[in-house]
């Protein structure tokens, strides 16, 4: 955003979190100019223009038994564990909770959140381990705050897309912007 807003001062940028499903709705009612969701949906009145893959990853905090294995945590590590999962009509949880499932694993669902922030902070207290997104644990895994593995199987990966309205003529801030979301995050 503020790479954004050096190059176009005049545009009057508002960004914010809404969950999945009023996303989809904002778009489709003309409400927003365009949406970025994780594992993006065709819809009859939408584009998307694929962003990037992120990799989802197990998160736990430092001292969690887990972290001192040499080998890469499998998906069979996490049988039984205390787990903060996303709230259940998110994307990724779906995702997620579909991976667990292929694999034969159950965990303890321990909490249900609507927000990454919420689910590293609760990983943080130590009250479960997590999947998420890679870019978005740099800070906590810089710090030390939260250790982030790789799984053993084949790495989880959750498309990241622009959505917006097919008819909706795209003003040049828009496509301005969408421009450089795709050449910072392609």
Request: charged share 30%; with cysteine.
């Amino acid at each position: 955003m503020k790479q954004f807003l050096r190059k176009h001062p005049g545009v009057n940028l508002r960004l914010e979190y809404r969950r999945t499903n009023l996303v989809y709705e904002g778009c489709i009612e003309g409400e927003l100019d365009l949406g970025i969701v994780a594992l993006p949906v065709r819809r009859p009145q939408l584009v998307i223009t694929p962003l990037r893959q992120d990799e989802l990853l197990l998160v736990m905090p430092p001292d969690h038994p887990l972290t001192r294995h040499r080998r890469r945590p499998s998906l069979a590590d996490l049988e039984g564990q205390p787990f903060i999962a996303f709230d259940r009509d998110i994307p990724t949880r779906k995702l997620i909770d579909r991976t667990l499932r292929q694999h034969g694993v159950s965990v303890a669902l321990a909490m249900e959140l609507d927000n990454i922030e919420t689910i590293k902070r609760s990983v943080e207290a130590g009250l479960g381990i997590s999947i998420l997104p890679a870019p978005a644990l740099v800070h906590e895994r810089r710090g030390g705050s939260l250790v982030g593995r790789r799984l053993a199987e084949s790495p989880i990966l959750r498309p990241i897309g622009v959505i917006r309205h097919r008819r909706r003529e795209e003003s040049a801030a828009a496509q301005a912007f969408l421009d450089l979301l795709s050449a910072e995050l392609g």
